[in-house]
C-alpha cells in the first residue's frame, strides 16, 4: 500500500507570500500530525489531528500558521505572509489511531525556501 | 520542555568498525524510540524501548534503555555503507502522544 506523501517536494517562495502544503496520510489512519524539521535539527512538533479536529495545535509558532484537515483524510498546512525563517522541511507523519503506542509514519516532507 | 541530547553530532566511520550513540536527557521518559532519516526523506521508526534497563535487538543494531529512563544508546556492530543516515531519538513522556526529538547524530560509512 501507498505510504504518506507529501506535495510539492519543493516549494520556493518569496518572502510576504502564502503557501499551502499538503499531506495525504495512508488510509484509514485517523491521527495526523505536522513537524517541521530546520537545518541540523531533529522535527518539531506542529499540530497533531484526531479525524477532523486539531487534537492539540500547541506546537504552531504563531497565528501564520494555520492546518486543516476537512474530510479525516488529506490535510493542509498554511502559512500566511512567510519570513525568511520559515525555511525549513515540513513534515507530516500519520498514525492509525493516534495512541503513543503507535507507530507513526513520515512522509518524505515538503523542503520550503522563503526568499 | 523536555529536552534530548545527541552525541556525538557527527561521526565518519570505515566499513566494519562499531560505533555508538547516545541521547540523554534530565527527564524520565515513559518510552524511547530511535529512528533512521536519509536525505530527501522523513524518520523511519527502529525501534521502540519501554522498560528501564531494556535491550533490544535489531540484526547488527543494539539499543538500550538506561535503568532510570532517561537516557538510551544505539550501538551498531561491524557498520556498512547502508547504515550511513541521521539517527534521531525521540522520547515520550506521560501519555503524550507527540514525541519529543533530540537533533540527531549523522553517521557517514565509508566503504
Known amino acids: 500500500g501507498a505510504g504518506v506523501s507529501q506535495t510539492p517536494s519543493n516549494k520556493v517562495t518569496e518572502k510576504g507570500k502564502y503557501v499551502e502544503l499538503r499531506c495525504d496520510p495512508i488510509?484509514?489512519?485517523?491521527?495526523l500530525y505536522w513537524y517541521r524539521q530546520s537545518l541540523g535539527q531533529g522535527p518539531e512538533f506542529l499540530i497533531y489531528?484526531?479525524?477532523?479536529?486539531?487534537?492539540?495545535d500547541s506546537g504552531l509558532p504563531n497565528d501564520r500558521f494555520f492546518a486543516v484537515r476537512p474530510e479525516g483524510s488529506v490535510s493542509t498546512l498554511k502559512i500566511q505572509r512567510t519570513e525568511r525563517g520559515d525555511s525549513a522541511v515540513y513534515l507530516c507523519?500519520?498514525?492509525?489511531?493516534?495512541?503513543?503506542?503507535?507507530?507513526?509514519?513520515f512522509g518524505p516532507g515538503t523542503r520550503l525556501t522563503v526568499l | 520542555t523536555q529536552l534530548l541530547e545527541q552525541s556525538p553530532q557527527f561521526l565518519s566511520i570505515q566499513e566494519g568498525e562499531n560505533l555508538t550513540v547516545y541521547c540523554n536527557s534530565s527527564?524520565?521518559?515513559?518510552?524511547l524510540q530511535w529512528y533512521r532519516q536519509e536525505p530527501g526523506e522523513g524518520p523511519v521508526l527502529l525501534v521502540t524501548?519501554?522498560?528501564?534497563?531494556e535491550v533490544k535487538k535489531l540484526k547488527r543494531l543494539t539499543f538500550q534503555f538506561g535503568d532510570a529512563r532517561k537516557d538510551s544508546s544505539l550501538h551498531i556492530t561491524a557498520a556498512q555503507p547502508g547504515d550511513t543516515g541521521l539517527y534521531l531519538c525521540?522520547?515520550?513522556?506521560?501519555?503524550?502522544?507527540?514525541?519529543?526529538f533530540g537533533r540527531g547524530t549523522s553517521l557517514i560509512v565509508h566503504p
Open positions: 507523519a500519520s498514525s492509525e489511531s493516534g495512541w503513543s503506542t503507535d507507530t507513526q509514519y
Open positions: 488510509s484509514g489512519h485517523t491521527a
Open positions: 489531528f484526531q479525524g477532523t479536529g486539531a487534537a492539540d
Open positions: 527527564s524520565v521518559f515513559s518510552s
Open positions: 524501548v519501554v522498560t528501564g534497563g
Open positions: 525521540a522520547g515520550l513522556g506521560g501519555g503524550s502522544y507527540i514525541p519529543t
